[in-house]
């Protein structure tokens, strides 16, 4: 069993930055392509970008430029650094695992873009 726990969200203001962080469990994390997406309120979950096992990452064209997703394999960890934050930004972020055809998701870090 894979549990992901994501940390860093936050208030920040129009053009902020937040880094927002994934801890995964188990010794598959290395192997695991690791995705980041996002739920704004009344809205449908949305692909934010994605990291794979070698390190490729492919974003969302909302977020290119702004956002950036690494990893580091030796703390079983993914990050998302969020730049030029704007209000359209605010939502709840999950990570998301995925292994062979399995996928697991975190509980959600909540991010509010606000002044």
């Known amino acids: 069993q894979v549990e992901l726990v994501e940390s860093g969200g936050g208030l920040v203001q129009p053009g902020g930055s937040l880094r927002l962080s994934c801890a995964a469990s188990g010794s598959i994390f290395s192997i695991a392509f690791m995705d980041w997406y996002r739920q704004a309120p009344g809205k449908q979950r949305e692909f934010v970008g994605r990291?794979?096992?070698?390190?490729?990452?492919n974003y969302a064209n909302s977020v290119k430029g702004r956002f950036t997703i690494s990893r580091d394999n030796a703390k079983n960890t993914v990050y998302l650094q969020m730049n030029s934050l704007k209000p359209e930004d605010t939502a709840v972020y999950y990570c998301k695992l995925n292994i062979r055809n399995a996928e697991y998701w975190g509980q959600g870090t909540q991010v509010t873009v606000s002044s």
């Open positions: 990291i794979t096992s070698t390190g490729s990452t």
